[in-house]
T-cell receptor, first 115, second 111 residues
Framework: DTGVSQDPRHKITKRGQNVTFRCDPISEHNRLYWYRQTLGQGPEFLTYFQNEAQLEKSRLLSDRFSAERPKGSFSTLEIQRTEQGDSAMYLC?????????????FGEGSWLTVV | GEDVEQSLFLSVREGDSSVINCTYTDSSSTYLYWYKQEPGAGLQLLTYIFSNMDMKQDQRLTVLLNKKDKHLSLRIADTQTGDSAIYFCAERYSSASKIIFGSGTRLSIRP
């Protein structure tokens, strides 16, 4: 499977705990995006990397959220001290810079439920 | 500002054509996309169109762009039960920027 891979697919956590999601982009895709989607809404942009550089962060990304892409390949999104309002699906996407860079491909998402 | 709007629901009869509409506000948008999302799944890229195009056809899908009115539509010919999903319209300023999504249109198919 050469698509965008996300892990875990589902996570249930207690309020106040930390959670981390991992995204493996399509091989050789330089750009990697994180989005959040709540029920009945479209995906909302969180942050975006080009290689290892984090180029843009949304105001939605509070100080409890941190994303990294240390080697320019996989990325992690960590949420500290989770709150019930963090319950959502976290989507990762990737794209190339050249050639097919017009297209952004999404993974299957990681569902987070905070209880 | 960046804003993409879609109607929330559309119901069509199996075999008919579905037309899903979208309006956007950023006249600088260079790329406009349609994604499909089935229950519990991620987003599947259906098609996209450059802002200098008026129309793009891909099998059963036809995308029409009216740049003057900032209106985008997706027509699905011969709608099938497998087309039941939420369809998201999205805009992008450049190939180096993020995608902004609408709230999605839920397409339901009746027999």
């Amino acid at each position: 499977d050469t698509g965008v891979s996300q892990d875990p697919r589902h996570k249930i956590t207690k309020r106040g705990q930390n959670v981390t999601f991992r995204c493996d982009p399509i091989s050789e895709h330089n750009r990697l995006y994180w989005y959040r989607q709540t029920l009945g809404q479209g995906p909302e942009f969180l942050t975006y990397f080009q290689n290892e550089a984090q180029l843009e962060k949304s105001r939605l990304l509070s100080d409890r959220f941190s994303a990294e892409r240390p080697k320019g390949s996989f990325s992690t999104l960590e949420i500290q001290r989770t709150e019930q309002g963090d319950s959502a699906m976290y989507l990762c996407a990737s794209s190339a810079i050249q050639g097919t860079g017009n297209t952004i491909y999404f993974g299957e998402g990681s569902w987070l439920t905070v209880v | 500002g960046e804003d993409v709007e879609q109607s929330l629901f559309l119901s069509v009869r199996e075999g008919d054509s579905s037309v899903i509409n979208c309006t956007y506000t950023d006249s600088s948008s260079t790329y406009l996309y349609w994604y499909k999302q089935e229950p519990g799944a991620g987003l599947q890229l259906l098609t996209y169109i450059f802002s200098n195009m008026d129309m793009k056809q891909d099998q059963r899908l036809t995308v029409l762009l009216n740049k003057k009115d900032k209106h985008l539509s997706l027509r699905i010919a011969d709608t099938q039960t497998g087309d039941s999903a939420i369809y998201f319209c999205a805009e992008r300023y450049s190939s180096a920027s993020k995608i902004i999504f609408g709230s999605g249109t839920r397409l339901s198919i009746r027999p």
